[in-house]
């Protein structure tokens, strides 16, 4: 009798992960982490599935890891699904990758802005000694729009009444 799949009841919280996710592809240890497993077995998964090789490594597209998800979420034999996919012997991708997201970003919330930054409507001033402290105000800044930026724009954007004032 197969070991059962330590990861099966997690399934839900793990397509939800990746479906979320921004990242472009996913390594060993993304596969460890993502799927509570241990290395040997987070590799057999990405032999199980198709990848692109870079250097050493294989890199799994987020694309077929959620695809994959939604075969096992689908089928009632995830045994016999893993036994098909041997099967189909999934092949290394030749192709180039255009772009790497390596890491998901964690959501900022506007108080999360710091105090070197002054936001007031439709203004934003930014105080700054390095190059490097405005980049980092610019990409929490930038995070921020990404998580609460439809909370920022009630904030922060000029509405006509006050632009007639």
Not at 33 to 48: D, S, Y
Not at 81 to 101: D, G, N
């Amino acid at each position: 009798m197969p070991r059962p799949i330590s990861w099966l009841p997690r399934l839900h919280e793990i397509t939800k992960a990746v479906t979320h996710s921004v990242r472009s592809h996913y390594d060993r240890r993304d596969i460890e982490k993502l799927f509570e497993l241990q290395p040997r077995a987070a590799q057999e998964l990405l032999k199980l599935l198709p990848s692109v090789q870079i250097g050493t490594s294989r890199l799994l597209e987020r694309e077929v890891l959620a695809e994959f998800l939604l075969r096992v979420r689908d089928t009632e034999d995830t045994t016999g699904l893993y036994e098909k996919l041997k099967e189909e012997k999934a092949a290394v991708s030749k192709r180039r990758i255009r772009s790497l997201v390596r890491r998901d970003l964690d959501a900022v919330s506007m108080t999360a802005l710091p105090q070197s930054m002054t936001l007031t409507r439709g203004r934003l001033e930014v105080n700054f000694e390095t190059v490097e402290q405005l980049a980092e105000c610019m990409l929490l800044l930038a995070r921020v729009l990404e998580s609460e930026g439809g909370e920022f724009a009630e904030a922060y954007e000029p509405s006509a009444r006050h632009e007639r004032a």
